[in-house]
């Protein structure tokens, strides 16, 4: 069984910082590259950041760039988010997402969520 559980959330100032989390299992860890998204109140979910199965290759929606570094830990089955210098147009649902191969067939996965919220 898949499962994905993101931490780290929580209420942080405007220049702030967090370090979001989201630890695997159920499946092989390395076979999959693994995205943030994000989704604020009223809006369509969006993809914040994407990282290679090894962790050599990251790509940052330009919102986020030079703010937010996705990384990974293979040996702890664990994605990070670590955000800097945070905004309140930061604030919104923090989600992990694993496409896992099954066969021929890639299938997403999603975590529960995990609030960030960016306010003075």
């Known amino acids: 069984q898949v499962l994905l559980v993101e931490s780290g959330g929580g209420l942080v100032q405007p220049g702030g910082s967090l370090r979001l989390s989201c630890a695997a299992s159920g499946f092989t860890f390395s076979s999959s590259a693994m995205r943030w998204y994000r989704q604020a109140p009223g809006k369509e979910r969006e993809l914040v950041a994407i990282i290679n199965r090894f962790g050599g290759s990251t790509i940052y929606v330009d919102s986020v760039k030079g703010r937010f570094t996705i990384s990974r830990d293979n040996a702890k089955n664990t994605v990070y988010l670590q955000m800097n210098n945070l905004k309140p147009e930061d604030t919104a649902v923090y989600y992990c997402?694993?496409?896992?191969?099954?066969?021929?067939?890639?299938?997403?996965?999603w975590g529960q969520g995990t609030q960030v919220t960016v306010s003075s």
């Open positions: 997402k694993a496409s896992v191969p099954h066969g021929l067939q890639w299938i997403d996965y």
